[in-house]
Protein backbone atom coordinates (compact mmCIF):
# COMPACT_ATOMS: atom_id res chain seq x y z
CA UNK A 1 0.00 0.00 0.00
CA UNK A 2 3.08 2.79 0.86
CA UNK A 3 3.95 1.46 -2.40
CA UNK A 4 0.90 2.60 -4.21
CA UNK A 5 1.09 5.93 -2.38
CA UNK A 6 4.20 6.61 -3.60
CA UNK A 7 3.23 5.96 -6.63
CA UNK A 8 0.20 8.27 -6.78
CA UNK A 9 2.16 11.14 -4.40
CA UNK A 10 5.09 11.22 -7.52
CA UNK A 11 5.31 14.01 -10.09
CA UNK A 12 6.12 11.03 -12.64
CA UNK A 13 2.35 9.79 -11.99
CA UNK A 14 -0.71 11.47 -10.58
CA UNK A 15 -4.20 9.68 -11.45
CA UNK A 16 -4.91 11.52 -14.80
CA UNK A 17 -1.52 10.23 -16.64
CA UNK A 18 -2.44 6.65 -14.20
CA UNK A 19 -5.63 6.64 -16.20
CA UNK A 20 -3.93 7.85 -19.94
CA UNK A 21 -0.84 4.75 -19.83
CA UNK A 22 -4.08 2.43 -18.85
CA UNK A 23 -6.14 3.59 -21.65
CA UNK A 24 -2.85 3.57 -23.78
CA UNK A 25 -1.86 0.07 -22.72
CA UNK A 26 -5.48 -1.09 -23.97
CA UNK A 27 -4.61 0.37 -26.80
CA UNK A 28 -1.32 -1.50 -27.54
CA UNK A 29 0.25 1.21 -27.03
CA UNK A 30 3.96 1.45 -24.71
CA UNK A 31 4.65 4.19 -22.72
CA UNK A 32 7.63 5.59 -24.80
CA UNK A 33 5.10 5.55 -27.74
CA UNK A 34 2.44 7.17 -24.98
CA UNK A 35 5.09 9.88 -24.54
CA UNK A 36 6.12 10.59 -28.62
CA UNK A 37 2.49 10.48 -29.50
CA UNK A 38 2.17 13.57 -26.65
CA UNK A 39 4.99 15.15 -27.96
CA UNK A 40 3.81 15.11 -31.14
CA UNK A 41 0.68 16.83 -30.30
CA UNK A 42 2.39 19.68 -28.30
CA UNK A 43 4.57 20.16 -31.44
CA UNK A 44 4.24 23.02 -33.91
CA UNK A 45 3.85 21.90 -36.58
CA UNK A 46 3.21 23.94 -40.55
CA UNK A 47 2.65 21.56 -43.33
CA UNK A 48 5.57 21.34 -45.75
CA UNK A 49 4.50 22.54 -49.71
CA UNK A 50 7.06 22.53 -52.57
CA UNK A 51 8.18 26.49 -52.64
CA UNK A 52 10.05 27.89 -55.80
CA UNK A 53 12.94 25.76 -55.28
CA UNK A 54 12.06 22.60 -56.14
CA UNK A 55 15.65 21.22 -55.89
CA UNK A 56 18.78 22.51 -53.92
CA UNK A 57 22.73 21.62 -55.06
CA UNK A 58 24.49 22.10 -52.08
CA UNK A 59 28.57 23.00 -53.14
CA UNK A 60 30.84 22.70 -50.14
CA UNK A 61 34.20 24.38 -49.95
CA UNK A 62 35.80 21.81 -47.12
CA UNK A 63 38.44 23.69 -44.81
CA UNK A 64 37.05 26.91 -45.05
CA UNK A 65 37.51 29.22 -48.22
CA UNK A 66 39.21 32.73 -48.20
CA UNK A 67 36.33 35.72 -48.95
CA UNK A 68 39.51 37.97 -49.71
CA UNK A 69 40.46 35.55 -52.64
CA UNK A 70 37.28 34.75 -54.06
CA UNK A 71 33.94 36.44 -53.38
CA UNK A 72 35.29 39.19 -51.40
CA UNK A 73 38.36 41.20 -52.63
CA UNK A 74 39.88 44.36 -50.92
CA UNK A 75 41.83 45.47 -53.20
CA UNK A 76 42.69 48.89 -51.14
CA UNK A 77 43.55 47.48 -48.18
CA UNK A 78 47.19 46.86 -47.09
CA UNK A 79 49.57 44.75 -49.10
CA UNK A 80 49.55 41.98 -46.02
CA UNK A 81 45.22 42.19 -46.15
CA UNK A 82 44.53 42.27 -49.56
CA UNK A 83 47.15 39.40 -50.37
CA UNK A 84 48.02 38.28 -53.78
CA UNK A 85 45.46 38.69 -56.51
CA UNK A 86 43.86 41.82 -58.09
CA UNK A 87 40.36 42.29 -58.42
CA UNK A 88 38.28 42.12 -61.71
CA UNK A 89 34.72 43.39 -62.64
CA UNK A 90 31.55 41.22 -63.51
CA UNK A 91 29.23 41.50 -65.67
CA UNK A 92 26.95 43.52 -62.55
CA UNK A 93 28.08 47.16 -62.07
CA UNK A 94 30.11 47.88 -58.75
CA UNK A 95 30.27 44.22 -58.51
CA UNK A 96 33.88 42.64 -58.54
CA UNK A 97 35.41 39.30 -57.84
CA UNK A 98 39.01 38.08 -56.93
CA UNK A 99 40.51 37.41 -60.47
CA UNK A 100 40.32 33.70 -60.07
CA UNK A 101 36.78 33.81 -61.00
CA UNK A 102 37.10 34.94 -64.52
CA UNK A 103 34.22 32.53 -65.87
CA UNK A 104 32.05 33.37 -62.35
CA UNK A 105 32.70 37.29 -63.21
CA UNK A 106 30.64 36.87 -66.79
CA UNK A 107 27.70 34.99 -64.94
CA UNK A 108 27.29 37.37 -61.61
CA UNK A 109 24.40 38.42 -63.00
CA UNK A 110 22.67 35.11 -62.42
CA UNK A 111 23.60 34.94 -58.49
CA UNK A 112 23.21 36.78 -54.97
CA UNK A 113 26.52 36.99 -52.91
CA UNK A 114 26.18 37.19 -49.32
CA UNK A 115 29.51 38.65 -48.02
CA UNK A 116 28.41 38.88 -44.16
CA UNK A 117 28.31 35.37 -42.91
CA UNK A 118 29.28 35.20 -39.78
CA UNK A 119 29.45 33.25 -36.42
CA UNK A 120 31.75 32.24 -33.52
CA UNK A 121 33.26 28.20 -34.44
CA UNK A 122 36.77 28.51 -35.72
CA UNK A 123 37.31 24.56 -35.50
CA UNK A 124 36.45 23.11 -38.33
CA UNK A 125 34.01 20.30 -36.83
CA UNK A 126 31.92 23.24 -35.67
CA UNK A 127 32.47 25.36 -38.27
CA UNK A 128 30.87 21.71 -40.33
CA UNK A 129 28.27 21.62 -38.40
CA UNK A 130 26.78 24.72 -38.34
CA UNK A 131 26.55 24.75 -42.19
CA UNK A 132 25.15 21.73 -42.60
CA UNK A 133 22.34 21.76 -40.13
CA UNK A 134 21.57 25.76 -38.74
CA UNK A 135 22.83 24.81 -35.57
CA UNK A 136 25.79 24.97 -33.24
CA UNK A 137 27.00 21.83 -32.02
CA UNK A 138 25.69 20.39 -28.80
CA UNK A 139 26.91 17.46 -27.12
CA UNK A 140 23.48 16.74 -25.77
CA UNK A 141 21.52 16.23 -29.27
CA UNK A 142 22.47 15.00 -32.75
CA UNK A 143 20.93 17.51 -35.48
CA UNK A 144 20.17 16.65 -38.98
CA UNK A 145 21.58 17.81 -42.06
CA UNK A 146 19.45 19.78 -44.86
CA UNK A 147 19.36 16.97 -47.03
CA UNK A 148 17.50 14.31 -44.04
CA UNK A 149 15.22 17.68 -43.16
CA UNK A 150 14.32 17.69 -46.99
CA UNK A 151 14.04 14.05 -47.24
CA UNK A 152 11.70 14.26 -44.30
CA UNK A 153 9.60 16.55 -45.25
CA UNK A 154 8.93 15.71 -48.63
CA UNK A 155 10.19 12.19 -49.55
CA UNK A 156 11.71 10.72 -52.93
CA UNK A 157 10.47 11.86 -56.50
CA UNK A 158 10.30 9.74 -59.19
CA UNK A 159 11.18 6.61 -57.54
CA UNK A 160 15.33 8.67 -57.11
CA UNK A 161 16.80 9.37 -53.34
CA UNK A 162 15.44 12.60 -52.16
CA UNK A 163 19.05 12.92 -50.93
CA UNK A 164 21.97 12.42 -52.66
CA UNK A 165 25.98 12.74 -51.75
CA UNK A 166 28.25 13.27 -53.96
CA UNK A 167 30.71 11.15 -54.35
CA UNK A 168 30.42 10.10 -51.01
CA UNK A 169 28.56 11.48 -47.04
CA UNK A 170 30.96 14.39 -46.76
CA UNK A 171 31.09 14.03 -43.14
CA UNK A 172 29.51 13.19 -40.21
CA UNK A 173 26.72 16.38 -39.76
CA UNK A 174 25.59 15.25 -43.41
CA UNK A 175 23.75 12.70 -42.25
CA UNK A 176 20.00 12.25 -40.23
CA UNK A 177 21.04 13.54 -36.30
CA UNK A 178 18.05 12.67 -34.10
CA UNK A 179 15.73 11.64 -37.38
CA UNK A 180 15.11 7.99 -38.36
CA UNK A 181 17.76 6.58 -40.35
CA UNK A 182 15.22 6.50 -43.44
CA UNK A 183 16.27 9.84 -44.07
CA UNK A 184 19.57 9.43 -44.44
CA UNK A 185 21.44 10.31 -48.02
CA UNK A 186 22.46 8.33 -50.74
CA UNK A 187 26.03 7.94 -51.91
CA UNK A 188 27.16 7.82 -55.28
CA UNK A 189 29.79 5.78 -53.78
CA UNK A 190 32.70 6.36 -56.51
CA UNK A 191 33.91 9.56 -58.21
CA UNK A 192 32.28 11.11 -61.37
CA UNK A 193 35.56 11.86 -62.79
CA UNK A 194 36.86 8.19 -62.13
CA UNK A 195 39.57 7.48 -65.16
CA UNK A 196 38.74 3.96 -65.70
CA UNK A 197 34.70 4.56 -65.83
CA UNK A 198 32.08 6.30 -63.44
CA UNK A 199 29.96 3.42 -61.64
CA UNK A 200 27.38 3.76 -58.96
CA UNK A 201 27.59 1.49 -55.59
CA UNK A 202 25.08 -0.82 -55.28
CA UNK A 203 22.49 0.88 -58.59
CA UNK A 204 23.28 -2.77 -60.18
CA UNK A 205 22.72 -6.04 -59.37
CA UNK A 206 25.59 -8.25 -57.92
CA UNK A 207 26.77 -10.98 -59.80
CA UNK A 208 24.95 -14.26 -60.32
CA UNK A 209 21.93 -12.45 -59.44
CA UNK A 210 19.77 -11.97 -62.35
CA UNK A 211 15.97 -10.75 -62.40
CA UNK A 212 13.91 -13.25 -61.28
CA UNK A 213 16.63 -13.99 -58.50
CA UNK A 214 16.23 -10.49 -57.53
CA UNK A 215 12.21 -10.43 -57.65
CA UNK A 216 12.25 -13.89 -55.40
CA UNK A 217 14.66 -12.36 -52.65
CA UNK A 218 12.40 -8.87 -52.70
CA UNK A 219 9.18 -11.38 -51.74
CA UNK A 220 10.99 -13.24 -49.28
CA UNK A 221 12.09 -9.93 -47.15
CA UNK A 222 9.16 -8.46 -47.47
CA UNK A 223 7.61 -11.82 -45.81
CA UNK A 224 10.34 -11.38 -42.69
CA UNK A 225 9.40 -7.76 -42.55
CA UNK A 226 5.96 -8.57 -42.28
CA UNK A 227 6.80 -11.10 -39.39
CA UNK A 228 8.96 -8.91 -37.47
CA UNK A 229 6.41 -6.00 -37.54
CA UNK A 230 3.74 -7.97 -36.21
CA UNK A 231 6.30 -9.29 -33.62
CA UNK A 232 7.62 -5.74 -32.31
CA UNK A 233 6.81 -2.62 -33.26
CA UNK A 234 10.59 -0.82 -33.85
CA UNK A 235 11.18 2.05 -35.78
CA UNK A 236 14.54 0.21 -36.65
CA UNK A 237 12.43 -2.35 -38.42
CA UNK A 238 9.84 0.09 -40.31
CA UNK A 239 13.55 2.35 -41.35
CA UNK A 240 15.13 -0.40 -42.43
CA UNK A 241 11.97 -1.76 -45.15
CA UNK A 242 11.86 1.93 -46.34
CA UNK A 243 15.73 1.50 -47.10
CA UNK A 244 15.14 -2.18 -48.69
CA UNK A 245 11.83 -0.78 -50.59
CA UNK A 246 14.13 2.00 -52.39
CA UNK A 247 16.33 0.38 -53.07
CA UNK A 248 14.88 -2.34 -54.91
CA UNK A 249 13.55 0.42 -56.36
CA UNK A 250 16.40 2.07 -57.62
CA UNK A 251 17.82 -1.34 -58.71
CA UNK A 252 15.26 -1.83 -60.94
CA UNK A 253 14.53 1.54 -62.43
CA UNK A 254 15.88 2.65 -65.85
CA UNK A 255 15.01 6.25 -65.51
CA UNK A 256 17.10 5.84 -61.96
CA UNK A 257 19.94 4.47 -63.55
CA UNK A 258 19.68 6.80 -66.27
CA UNK A 259 19.84 9.49 -63.75
CA UNK A 260 23.46 8.62 -62.70
CA UNK A 261 24.63 7.87 -66.37
CA UNK A 262 27.36 10.57 -67.76
CA UNK A 263 27.79 8.22 -70.81
CA UNK A 264 24.55 10.33 -71.21
CA UNK A 265 26.02 13.31 -72.23
CA UNK A 266 28.29 14.03 -75.00
CA UNK A 267 32.06 15.26 -75.15
CA UNK A 268 31.09 18.74 -75.58
CA UNK A 269 28.70 18.83 -73.08
CA UNK A 270 31.68 17.44 -70.61
CA UNK A 271 34.24 19.38 -72.09
CA UNK A 272 32.22 22.66 -71.19
CA UNK A 273 32.05 21.67 -67.52
CA UNK A 274 35.62 20.77 -67.28
CA UNK A 275 36.56 16.70 -67.44
CA UNK A 276 37.69 17.46 -63.75
CA UNK A 277 36.49 16.39 -60.28
CA UNK A 278 34.31 20.06 -60.28
CA UNK A 279 33.16 19.58 -63.30
CA UNK A 280 32.02 15.93 -63.16
CA UNK A 281 30.68 16.07 -59.98
CA UNK A 282 28.47 19.69 -60.80
CA UNK A 283 27.22 17.98 -64.52
CA UNK A 284 25.98 14.90 -62.37
CA UNK A 285 24.31 17.24 -60.12
CA UNK A 286 22.94 18.66 -62.90
CA UNK A 287 21.60 15.37 -64.14
CA UNK A 288 20.82 14.83 -60.69
CA UNK A 289 18.11 17.38 -60.01
CA UNK A 290 16.73 17.18 -63.71
CA UNK A 291 15.58 13.46 -63.26
CA UNK A 292 14.08 14.70 -59.76
CA UNK A 293 16.61 14.26 -56.82
CA UNK A 294 15.58 16.97 -54.03
CA UNK A 295 19.25 17.88 -52.67
CA UNK A 296 22.64 16.74 -53.93
CA UNK A 297 25.50 17.45 -52.03
CA UNK A 298 28.88 18.16 -53.56
CA UNK A 299 32.42 18.63 -51.97
CA UNK A 300 35.09 19.96 -54.08
CA UNK A 301 38.98 20.54 -52.78
CA UNK A 302 40.87 21.42 -49.76
CA UNK A 303 40.41 25.13 -48.85
CA UNK A 304 42.83 24.59 -45.77
CA UNK A 305 45.11 27.39 -46.82
CA UNK A 306 47.07 28.18 -43.78
CA UNK A 307 50.04 28.11 -46.19
CA UNK A 308 51.03 29.43 -49.31
CA UNK A 309 47.36 30.32 -50.39
CA UNK A 310 48.66 31.83 -53.65
CA UNK A 311 49.97 28.76 -55.15
CA UNK A 312 47.07 26.30 -53.34
CA UNK A 313 44.51 28.53 -54.85
CA UNK A 314 45.76 28.54 -58.45
CA UNK A 315 45.79 25.41 -58.70
CA UNK A 316 42.36 24.18 -57.57
CA UNK A 317 40.16 27.48 -58.20
CA UNK A 318 40.23 27.21 -62.01
CA UNK A 319 38.60 24.42 -62.42
CA UNK A 320 36.08 25.68 -59.82
CA UNK A 321 34.59 28.54 -61.17
CA UNK A 322 34.50 26.64 -64.79
CA UNK A 323 32.34 24.36 -63.58
CA UNK A 324 30.33 26.57 -61.82
CA UNK A 325 29.60 29.31 -63.91
CA UNK A 326 29.36 26.21 -66.39
CA UNK A 327 26.04 25.02 -63.72
CA UNK A 328 24.56 28.13 -63.45
CA UNK A 329 24.48 29.12 -67.35
CA UNK A 330 23.35 24.99 -67.96
CA UNK A 331 20.92 25.42 -65.48
CA UNK A 332 19.56 28.28 -66.67
CA UNK A 333 19.63 26.99 -70.32
CA UNK A 334 17.24 24.20 -69.85
CA UNK A 335 14.81 26.40 -67.77
CA UNK A 336 15.94 25.02 -64.34
CA UNK A 337 17.60 27.84 -62.54
CA UNK A 338 14.16 29.27 -61.65
CA UNK A 339 13.30 25.66 -59.09
CA UNK A 340 17.38 24.71 -58.85
CA UNK A 341 18.41 25.86 -55.77
CA UNK A 342 22.08 26.12 -55.63
CA UNK A 343 23.94 27.11 -52.57
CA UNK A 344 27.91 27.28 -52.51
CA UNK A 345 29.61 27.61 -48.73
CA UNK A 346 32.43 26.44 -46.65
CA UNK A 347 32.34 26.20 -42.71
CA UNK A 348 34.24 29.78 -42.19
CA UNK A 349 36.71 32.45 -43.91
CA UNK A 350 40.32 33.21 -43.51
CA UNK A 351 42.24 35.79 -41.43
CA UNK A 352 42.31 38.83 -42.52
CA UNK A 353 45.91 39.03 -42.55
CA UNK A 354 48.45 36.74 -44.68
CA UNK A 355 50.63 34.88 -42.24
CA UNK A 356 54.20 34.37 -41.92
CA UNK A 357 53.86 31.09 -44.24
CA UNK A 358 52.20 33.24 -46.98
CA UNK A 359 48.63 31.69 -45.73
CA UNK A 360 45.84 32.57 -44.00
CA UNK A 361 44.32 30.93 -40.92
CA UNK A 362 40.65 30.20 -39.27
CA UNK A 363 38.33 33.08 -39.54
CA UNK A 364 34.44 32.79 -38.70
CA UNK A 365 33.63 35.92 -37.61
CA UNK A 366 32.97 36.97 -41.64
CA UNK A 367 33.18 35.07 -44.77
CA UNK A 368 31.24 35.00 -47.95
CA UNK A 369 28.41 32.16 -49.12
CA UNK A 370 26.56 32.55 -52.70
CA UNK A 371 23.32 31.53 -53.66
CA UNK A 372 21.54 31.00 -57.13
CA UNK A 373 18.69 30.60 -58.97
CA UNK A 374 15.54 29.13 -56.68
CA UNK A 375 13.64 32.28 -56.56
CA UNK A 376 16.86 33.99 -55.20
CA UNK A 377 17.61 37.83 -56.81
CA UNK A 378 19.58 37.79 -59.93
CA UNK A 379 23.00 40.10 -59.79
CA UNK A 380 22.73 41.00 -55.66
CA UNK A 381 25.30 41.52 -53.07
CA UNK A 382 23.64 41.78 -49.71
CA UNK A 383 25.80 42.67 -46.65
CA UNK A 384 29.54 43.57 -46.56
CA UNK A 385 32.82 43.34 -44.57
CA UNK A 386 34.96 46.12 -43.07
CA UNK A 387 37.54 47.61 -45.29
CA UNK A 388 40.36 44.46 -44.12
CA UNK A 389 37.19 41.82 -44.06
CA UNK A 390 37.19 41.28 -40.39
CA UNK A 391 34.13 41.98 -39.25
CA UNK A 392 30.53 42.35 -41.23
CA UNK A 393 29.92 46.16 -41.93
CA UNK A 394 26.78 45.90 -42.80
CA UNK A 395 23.79 43.35 -42.52
CA UNK A 396 25.73 40.28 -40.56
CA UNK A 397 24.09 36.98 -41.20
CA UNK A 398 23.79 34.49 -39.09
CA UNK A 399 23.93 30.52 -39.72
CA UNK A 400 20.37 30.34 -38.41
CA UNK A 401 18.69 33.56 -40.99
CA UNK A 402 21.00 31.56 -43.84
CA UNK A 403 19.09 28.21 -43.05
CA UNK A 404 15.97 29.73 -42.80
CA UNK A 405 16.06 31.27 -46.53
CA UNK A 406 17.24 27.96 -47.95
CA UNK A 407 14.34 26.37 -46.25
CA UNK A 408 11.52 29.13 -47.34
CA UNK A 409 12.28 28.88 -50.75
CA UNK A 410 11.95 24.74 -50.85
CA UNK A 411 8.50 25.32 -49.19
CA UNK A 412 9.90 24.27 -45.62
CA UNK A 413 8.92 26.87 -42.50
CA UNK A 414 11.83 26.40 -40.89
CA UNK A 415 10.16 27.22 -37.32
CA UNK A 416 8.14 24.00 -37.75
CA UNK A 417 8.72 20.94 -34.71
CA UNK A 418 10.22 17.58 -35.34
CA UNK A 419 10.36 15.23 -33.04
CA UNK A 420 13.76 14.61 -31.23
CA UNK A 421 14.60 12.26 -28.98
CA UNK A 422 12.85 12.90 -25.34
CA UNK A 423 11.16 13.14 -27.03
CA UNK A 424 10.54 16.46 -27.54
CA UNK A 425 9.95 18.76 -30.21
CA UNK A 426 12.77 20.70 -32.19
CA UNK A 427 12.55 23.24 -34.20
CA UNK A 428 13.88 22.28 -37.55
CA UNK A 429 16.20 25.96 -36.71
CA UNK A 430 16.37 27.73 -33.81
CA UNK A 431 15.90 30.95 -34.07
CA UNK A 432 17.20 33.70 -37.27
CA UNK A 433 14.80 34.72 -40.09
CA UNK A 434 14.39 34.58 -43.12
CA UNK A 435 16.47 37.48 -45.39
CA UNK A 436 13.77 38.76 -47.22
CA UNK A 437 16.08 41.29 -49.03
CA UNK A 438 17.66 38.73 -50.90
CA UNK A 439 14.45 37.27 -52.09
CA UNK A 440 12.70 37.94 -55.61
CA UNK A 441 9.39 39.31 -56.03
CA UNK A 442 6.96 37.33 -57.49
CA UNK A 443 6.09 39.65 -60.72
CA UNK A 444 2.50 41.06 -60.80
Known amino acids: MTGCNSFFQSGLANRREFFQVGAAGALGLTLPELLKTEAKGQAKFYESKEGVAKSLIHIYLPGGMAHQETWDPKPYAPSEYRGPYKPINTNVDGLQFSENFKHLAKVADKMTVIRSMTHGEAAHERGTHNMFTGYRPSPAINFPSFGSVISHEFGPRKNLPAYVCVPNVPNEYAGTGYLSSMYGPFSVGSDPAADKGFKVRDLTLPGGVDAARFERRRTLLEAVDSHFRNVEKADAIDAMDSFYQRAYGLISSAEARDAFDLTKEDDKMKNRYGKNTAGMRMLLARRLVESGVRLVTMT ?122 GPRPMEIVDGGSVIEDIVAKASA
Open 300 to 421: YGSWDHHDRIKDNIARQVPSFDQALATLLSDLDDRGLLDSTLVMVSSEFGRTPKINKTDGRDHWPRVFSTMLAGGGIKRGYVYGSSDSLAAEPDTNPVDVQSFAKTVYAQLGINADKELIAP
